[in-house]
């Protein structure tokens, strides 16, 4: 073929792209994109995306700058983790979890919470397997079934009734029969999240049992996805799916040093559970990244080894407390309908009688989607800070449930919180 000819041809798809990706929203454009920094005002204030503007504590990256200095932290990890950090996790979790953890079949480091649900996901599903998850969910979920095989079947999280004027987040509440319902002879695992992103629901035991019973009868994994562990407020109790009776073994809990210790851009991770479902998931993570980052791996184990004389969760606890506390007020002032969150670090507001004109100049990736992308879209550029539409976290046949909802992430120092609390006095008229 001569070159002329080669240069006429449309080869934008010379190579096709595996089908895979046209599954779980892959190729959507996601909400992140979106509302990112970049296509909103310089000076909006970001409360979408759930990651810190504040450094990890000096304390903790001091242990990384001395790991970074020394030689074998700056090489190969074992895939199972550094043994430090495993160690660290078996003192720090072994009282939280009633029993002595070990640290070679129980405990498994990985890159980020993230990649660990993925390994879990690689290492138990057949092609065709079903897993349940709760709407609204964490998005990455969806992507992480589907790559591997997996089927999503959804059941939601119902939210508060109209009625409840002032909705917590235990106000969202799942429908055992419902569930029951979900389940089928291809239902394999479910995903459960506690405490809860976006809802910052934290399901008490009740919840968990109901659920733990639904995974005895019907022989499923579950995947306890923990990593806001430590952002529990209110004196509420965390309670641990693989703590209920009987289901240690079928639990895989999940933990984040990037929420632990707000160092989201680390990626390191842990899974913890029973030999059974740690070893396949070792398989699975060998083959994926073969290990993860070495010297962050060893300022994560300074973490957990001091966190407790330090106080750290209870003070990073406080911190959040105060940070909750400036949104609210204001939401409180302005008369706005809101969910008080009693875990992780988001709050969900209800912006059903925020009103907007239809033919504001919405770009593309906002239309055709929820209502509540054009309302976080039109408060980034009217109020100035930026929020996520929650339908994002529901299903397409579900979408609805969200469409009231817009998620601002409280990770971010007071000064900023304070600054977007002033700007949402601009709400007040467009409130009808
Ligand atoms: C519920 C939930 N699980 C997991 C993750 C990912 O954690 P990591 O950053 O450790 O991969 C997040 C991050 O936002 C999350 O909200």
């Not at 209110?234 to 999940?254: C, F, I, Q, S, Y």
Request: glycine residues 6%.
């Amino acid at each position: 073929m001569s070159s002329t000819a080669n240069n006429n041809q449309d080869r934008s798809n010379l190579i096709p792209f595996s089908s895979r990706l046209r599954e779980g929203r892959a190729l959507a454009l996601d909400v992140w994109t979106i509302y990112n920094a970049l296509n909103l005002p310089p000076d909006c204030i970001n409360l979408g995306q759930g990651y810190m503007n504040f450094a990890p504590p000096k304390w903790i990256t001091e242990a990384a700058e001395q790991a970074l200095n020394s030689v074998a932290p700056n090489h190969y990890s074992h895939p199972r983790g550094r043994i430090r950090l495993r160690e660290a996790i078996k003192n720090f979790y072994d009282p939280l979890f009633n029993r002595s953890l070990n640290v070679d079949s129980e405990i498994l480091i990985t890159s980020g919470a993230n990649e660990g649900m993925y390994s879990v996901l690689t290492a138990f599903l057949e092609q065709g397997d079903e897993v349940i998850l709760f709407e609204p969910f964490f998005d990455q979920y969806l992507p992480s079934v589907t790559f591997n095989g997996g089927k999503p079947v959804y059941v939601p999280l119902h939210p508060p009734a109209s009625h409840i004027k002032k909705p917590t987040s235990d106000d969202w509440t799942i429908d055992m029969d419902e569930l029951r319902r979900a389940v089928t002879p291809r239902t394999k695992i479910i995903i459960v999240n506690t405490p809860h992103n976006p809802v910052g629901k934290v399901f008490t035991r009740k919840e968990l049992q109901g659920i733990a019973n639904i995974a005895e009868e019907f022989n499923l994994l579950v995947m306890s996805d923990e990593v806001y562990d430590s952002l529990v407020f209110d004196n509420k109790e965390h309670v641990r799916m693989a703590n209920l009776p009987g289901m240690w073994d079928r639990t895989v809990t999940v933990g984040s040093a990037g929420k632990a210790f707000a160092a989201t851009g680390w990626r390191i991770g842990w899974l913890i559970g029973p030999k059974n479902l740690i070893q396949p998931t070792l398989a699975a993570t060998t083959r994926i990244v073969f290990c993860s980052v070495s010297p962050l791996q060893e300022a994560a184990a300074a973490g957990l080894e001091q966190a407790n004389q330090r106080n750290f969760f209870q003070i990073q606890r406080n911190e959040y407390t105060e940070r909750r506390t400036v949104l609210t007020d204001v939401f409180d002032k302005l008369g706005l309908r809101y969910t008080l969150p009693e875990g992780s670090y988001f709050i969900l507001l209800d912006i059903s009688n925020v009103e907007f004109p239809e033919d504001y100049p919405f770009p593309e990736s906002v239309m055709g989607r929820g209502r509540d992308f054009r309302a976080c879209w039109f408060m980034a550029m009217e109020i100035g800070v930026s929020s996520i539409p929650v339908s994002e976290f529901y299903c397409e046949e579900h979408a609805n449930l969200g469409e009231a909802y817009a998620r601002f992430a409280f990770c971010k120092d007071v000064d900023n919180l304070k600054a977007a609390a002033e700007r949402f006095q601009k709400i007040k008229k467009y409130i009808k």
